[in-house]
C-alpha cells in the first residue's frame, strides 16, 4: 500500500522538532549561529551581488563559513535514505537542519552563501521552517533560468527515491523548474553552486494557489518572499512581492552584471512594431511590442491624425504584463466601451498601432470609457509611441483570379519610416 507523504514524514518530523529544540537551547551556538553572533561572517572575497525585483535594486552580501555547502544546508533523510547524494547526515527532518536561523515559518528565502575554504558561493533557497510548529506549510514553483552553465544543484531538498518524495525537478544546463510542497515545521529547497560576478540568475515565482502542487499536502500558504544579506553582525532581511521575477546578479545597483536589468535605469521607453499586412478583417497581428508597464497595444484607424484620439481606436490586445511580446494577435471592433456599426475591416486602411499603460489599476482597458483621462499611450519626448502599417482585407472565399487590383492611382502609399506617425500627447 503506497503510503501517504504527508503522514510519513510528519512522523518523523514531530519526533525531530522536541530534539531540534532541546539542542538548540541546550547546545552553545555553533555554526552559522555562532558566526552571527560573533559577527565574523564576511563577503565572499571581493565578489558582490545585487537582488533586483521591479525598480528596485538591493545590494546583498554573502553569509559564509569554513564548511562546504552540503553541511551547510545540512539537509537530512531517515536511515533507509542514506545514500542520497543531497544529504548531509543521518535524520528525520525530510529539510535543512543547518540554515533554520535564518529561516521564516510560513515564508521562503533566498541568499548566497560562501565556502571560505575554496571562495566557492552558492544560491540557496529554502521554504518554510525545521522545528517550528507556527510553520504550517505550503507550496512554491520557480522556474529558474540563467544558472551557470558549470554550476549544479549541490542540495535538493526534497529529491529523494521514495512514492513519499513528490517535489519535481526538472533541470537542464541552466534552466530549473521546481515544484516544491512541505508540510508544518519542515522546510524544501536548493542549492546551486559556481555563483560569480557574472552570474544573472531570473526566478519566476509562483506560491499557494498558482504553484503546481498547491493542495496536495495541506493547505499552508506563504506570506513572505524575502532576499536575505549578511550585515556582519545582523542578518538583512527585504520583503520581496510574492508574484514579481527576481534577479540575482553580479555586479552592483550602478553596474549590474551583463543581463541585469534594473527598471529604473533600462526599457523606460515603449515600443511597436507594426508591418504591412493581409487580413480576413478581423484581427490584425502586431510584430512586436514592449511594454515597461503592465498595459496593452491599441489599433487605431487614421482618424487619429486628425486628432480624434478616443474615436479612433478599433482594436485592443489583452491585459499585457511588462515585457516584449512578438507576433500579438489583436482582435479588432472589440474594445471596452465602444459599440462599433461594423465587425470587421471591409476595405483596405492604414491603421496605426499604439502601446498603452494600465494606470486604473483594474486590467480593463478604460481609455474609451474615461474619455481617454485613464490607460492612456506611453510617450516619448511627448509624443505618443506608434508605427503604423497598410493593412489589406483578403476575402478567403473569392477566387483569386476575380479579385480586383486596384490601380497605381487609387492606393496611396505613405513612404516607410521605422516609426510610425507623430502623435502628441501631454506627458
Do not use: K
Not at 544579506?229 to 510574492?242: A, G, I, M
Amino acid at each position: 500500500m503506497e503510503q501517504d507523504s504527508s503522514n510519513y514524514q510528519a512522523s518523523y518530523r514531530r519526533l525531530a522538532t522536541l530534539a531540534v529544540v532541546l539542542s538548540l537551547a541546550l547546545v552553545p551556538l555553533s555554526g552559522l549561529g555562532a558566526a552571527q553572533q560573533a559577527g565574523n561572517q564576511t563577503a565572499a572575497g571581493n565578489q558582490s551581488f545585487v537582488a533586483i525585483q521591479g525598480d528596485e535594486c538591493t545590494p546583498i552580501s554573502s553569509f559564509s563559513d569554513n564548511q562546504s555547502a552540503v553541511e551547510y544546508y545540512d539537509y537530512r533523510l531517515p536511515a533507509e535514505f542514506s545514500g542520497n547524494p543531497y544529504a548531509n547526515a543521518t535524520g528525520s527532518a525530510f529539510g535543512s537542519e543547518g540554515t533554520i536561523d535564518l529561516q521564516e515559518p510560513n515564508g521562503s528565502v533566498v541568499f548566497l552563501y560562501t565556502d571560505t575554504t575554496d571562495d566557492s558561493t552558492y544560491l540557496v533557497f529554502v521554504n518554510g521552517q525545521e522545528a517550528n510548529n507556527e510553520s504550517t506549510g505550503g507550496a512554491a514553483t520557480f522556474e529558474i533560468t540563467g544558472l551557470p552553465e558549470d554550476g549544479n544543484w549541490t542540495v535538493r531538498d526534497d529529491d529523494y527515491n521514495d512514492t513519499t518524495s513528490v517535489d519535481n525537478w526538472n533541470v537542464t544546463d541552466t534552466t530549473t523548474t521546481v515544484d516544491w510542497i512541505w508540510s508544518d515545521a519542515a522546510t524544501d529547497g536548493g542549492v546551486y553552486s559556481d555563483i560569480d560576478n557574472d552570474t544573472n540568475v531570473t526566478v519566476e515565482p509562483a506560491f499557494n494557489e498558482d504553484a503546481e502542487l498547491f493542495g496536495q499536502n495541506g493547505n499552508g500558504t506563504v506570506d513572505s518572499w524575502q532576499v536575505l544579506s549578511n550585515e556582519s553582525d545582523n542578518v538583512s532581511r527585504t520583503d520581496l512581492e510574492l508574484n514579481e521575477s527576481l534577479q540575482i546578479a553580479g555586479g552592483t545597483c550602478e553596474d549590474p552584471a551583463d543581463g541585469a536589468t534594473d527598471d529604473t535605469d533600462t526599457n523606460e521607453t515603449a515600443s511597436v512594431t507594426f508591418d504591412d499586412q493581409e487580413t480576413d478583417g478581423t484581427s490584425v497581428t502586431v510584430q512586436n511590442v514592449t511594454v515597461p508597464e503592465d498595459g496593452y497595444v491599441a489599433i487605431h484607424n487614421d482618424s487619429l491624425l486628425d486628432g480624434d484620439a478616443v474615436g479612433s481606436v478599433v482594436g485592443v490586445s489583452e491585459y499585457l504584463e511588462a515585457g516584449s511580446y512578438d507576433n500579438l494577435t489583436v482582435e479588432l471592433f472589440d474594445v471596452p466601451g465602444t459599440d462599433f456599426n461594423e465587425s470587421e475591416l471591409t476595405e483596405n486602411e492604414t491603421l496605426i498601432a499604439m502601446p498603452h499603460e494600465e494606470t486604473s489599476g483594474n486590467e480593463t482597458y478604460d481609455f474609451i470609457s474615461s474619455n481617454g483621462t485613464e490607460d492612456g499611450p506611453f510617450t516619448d519626448d511627448g509624443e505618443a509611441v506608434t508605427d503604423d502599417a497598410n493593412v489589406t482585407v483578403v476575402n478567403e472565399t473569392e477566387d483569386t483570379n476575380e479579385t480586383e487590383t486596384p490601380e497605381d492611382n487609387e492606393t496611396e502609399t505613405p513612404a516607410e519610416d521605422d516609426e510610425g506617425p507623430v502623435i502628441p500627447f501631454p506627458t
